[in-house]
Structure formats: structure tokens, C-alpha cells
């Protein structure tokens, strides 16, 4: 029999051993809702921690309202030129210098030289219209100049700056009115 208690002895012992913190319903309750509640609140405080004000990088103004308006600025604009306005117009020399001096001003395919009266005569003679029909249509190599860069007007006025540095006598043609003009556009569409 003294056997048979020896042996009982260590196995009460070792269930006591074996017992952890918790010991009631009560406590339980509490370790579970800490386990759920405690890195809630410190994830929370981390966040807010990163989160706090308007950093930015060093010597970084990527995202300050001044670059995010430069980023996203107009890449062009549209300008509009009113036939009518004589201050917008070209002169007959800045469009000769614009569109025409890359062949008149070296005799490239076949043009007439600027100031070369021996070329210009005949031209000269087949009158204003004629050569003006010639530079908006096109004549041999050199293409149709109307619908280009320039209104009728202005090539009209290169035409006439050409012609008399050539030795014709052409008088400058008169603006046409903001009213009449736009009828021309249409009509000559």
C-alpha cells in the first residue's frame, strides 16, 4: 500500500504545477478583449504618429500646390488674328521673309530673284491679279500659298512687294473690312 500512495503523490503535485495565470471566467474575459483591444490602439498611434502634419521630403516641394499648377498647366494657347486689325497684318516684307525669300531671294527652282527686273518684266506685265491668283493657287514648283500661315491679304501684299522691287508700280492693297471678310472665307471655301 505505501506503494500505491508514492505514486499519487507526484500526480496531484504535478496538476498543480501545470496551472496558468488565469483563473476565472472573469480573467479570461479581460486577457481576450486586451488581446483584440491593445494593438487596435497601438496601430492607431503608429498611424497617427507617420500621418502627422505636411511632411515632405528634404528639399522636396513636389506636391506644394505651386508644382501640382505647374504640372498641370495649358501646354499651348490659341491666338486669333482678326483680319480687320491692321496691327496684327504683316507687311508684305515680313511675309516675302516668312514664305518666300527660301526660293526668291536665291532663284531656287526656277523662281524669279528678288529685284531682278529682266524676270519680273514679263511677269509684271500679266498684271496684279494674275500674279496674286498664281501665289494663292500655286504656279510650277511653288505650291498654293492660301490657307497657309497667312491670309489672302497678306500674301497679296507680298505679292505686291515682290512685283515692285521687281520694277512694277503695284499699289498696296487695301485691308478688307472686318465685315466683308468673313463672307470671302466663305465663299472662297
Not at 51 to 75: C, H, K, L, W, Y
Not at 132 to 143: N, R, V
Amino acid at each position: 500500500m505505501s506503494d500505491a500512495k508514492h505514486t499519487e503523490a507526484p500526480q496531484a503535485d504535478a496538476h498543480e504545477v501545470h496551472e496558468g495565470p488565469i483563473k476565472t471566467p472573469q480573467q479570461l474575459i479581460a486577457a481576450v478583449v486586451a488581446s483584440f483591444v491593445v494593438p487596435v490602439v497601438a496601430i492607431i498611434m503608429l498611424a497617427n504618429f507617420v500621418n502627422f502634419g505636411g511632411r515632405t521630403g528634404a528639399g522636396s516641394d513636389g506636391m506644394s500646390e505651386e508644382a501640382v499648377a505647374r504640372r498641370i498647366q495649358p501646354v499651348g494657347s490659341i491666338e486669333i488674328k482678326v483680319a480687320g486689325d491692321a496691327s496684327a497684318l504683316k507687311t508684305g516684307e515680313q511675309v516675302f521673309q516668312a514664305q518666300c525669300a527660301a526660293c526668291h531671294a536665291t532663284g531656287a527652282a526656277g523662281a524669279p530673284k528678288l529685284a531682278d527686273e529682266a524676270a519680273w518684266g514679263p511677269r509684271v506685265k500679266t498684271g496684279y491679279e494674275a500674279l496674286l491668283t498664281s501665289a494663292l493657287k500655286g504656279k510650277g514648283s511653288m505650291g498654293a500659298q492660301a490657307g497657309g500661315d497667312f491670309s489672302d491679304f497678306e500674301i497679296g501684299r507680298a505679292v505686291v512687294y515682290l512685283a515692285n522691287q521687281g520694277g512694277a508700280k503695284f499699289d498696296e492693297p487695301k485691308a478688307p473690312a472686318a465685315g466683308a471678310s468673313a463672307p470671302e472665307a466663305a465663299a472662297s471655301k
